[in-house]
């Protein structure tokens, strides 16, 4: 089966904690992109990578880190810097390129701070 | 930068009625549009898209959009709505030639389906 697969699918964190969510795809896609979803707020983008070992800030980049040494995985580390971290996590990849691609999405980590 | 309105965020409605969700962006080029749709409990997937030409756009399960250039809008309708309908829906732009082919969404619009 081809897809994206996001573990664990609930995380609970205590604060001042950092804690790394994981993302895999089996789609041979080059574009990976995290999401925070937030109610009302829609999907607000945290990183994107559009290639192996380089990635690039998103609109919310502050308190997160991320990682892309294998095309098929790009890891999000939420660090005690993040203010408010309690949010649904979604990933997504595309095959990118210069002319849009649609992006799939995997089903989501729900991450909550105690 | 450009950002996307969705006005409605909550509608309620009974199966059959007709229904229309609104979106509206903020960018004076050319642009890509999409509807995504997110089932209780389900992948976010998606359920159209606009590229260019025929501004009347047919998607999945019945839904159809219209791309309004003078009014930036890009509203999602369906003529007879089902219980399983039910589901948050997003509206997103992509900019051609942003790094990243990145997307921009709305807040989401939650629409509940009464049997």
């Known amino acids: 089966d081809g897809g994206i697969t996001q573990s664990p699918k609930y995380l609970f964190r205590k604060e001042g904690q950092n804690v790394t969510l994981s993302c895999e795809q089996n789609?041979?896609?080059?574009?990976m992109y995290w999401y925070r979803q937030d109610p009302g707020q829609g999907l607000r983008l945290i990183y994107y990578s559009q290639i192996v070992n380089d990635f690039q800030k998103g609109d919310i980049a502050e308190g997160y880190s991320v990682s892309r040494e294998k095309k098929e995985s790009f890891p999000l580390t939420v660090t005690s810097a993040q203010k408010n971290p309690t949010a649904f996590y979604l990933c997504?990849?595309?095959?990118?390129?210069?002319?849009?691609?649609?992006?799939?999405f995997g089903p989501g980590t729900r991450l909550t701070v105690l | 930068a450009q950002s996307v309105s969705q006005h409605n965020h909550h509608v309620i409605l009974s199966e059959a009625a007709s229904l229309e969700l609104g979106c509206n962006y903020s960018?004076?080029?050319?642009?890509?549009l999409f509807w995504y749709v997110q089932y209780p409990g389900q992948h976010l997937q998606l359920l159209l898209k606009?590229?260019?030409?025929?501004?009347l756009v047919k998607g999945i399960k019945g839904f159809e959009a219209e791309f309004i250039k003078s009014k930036f809008s890009f509203n999602l309708r369906k003529p007879s709505v089902q219980w399983s309908d039910t589901a948050e829906y997003f509206c997103a732009v992509n900019a051609p030639g942003n790094a990243g082919n990145m997307l921009t969404f709305g807040g989401g619009t939650r629409l509940m389906v009464k049997p």
């Open positions: 997504a990849s595309s095959t990118g390129g210069d002319s849009y691609n649609e992006q799939f």
């Open positions: 789609l041979n896609h080059d574009a």
């Open positions: 960018y004076g080029g050319t642009v890509n």
């Open positions: 606009y590229f260019s030409g025929d501004p």
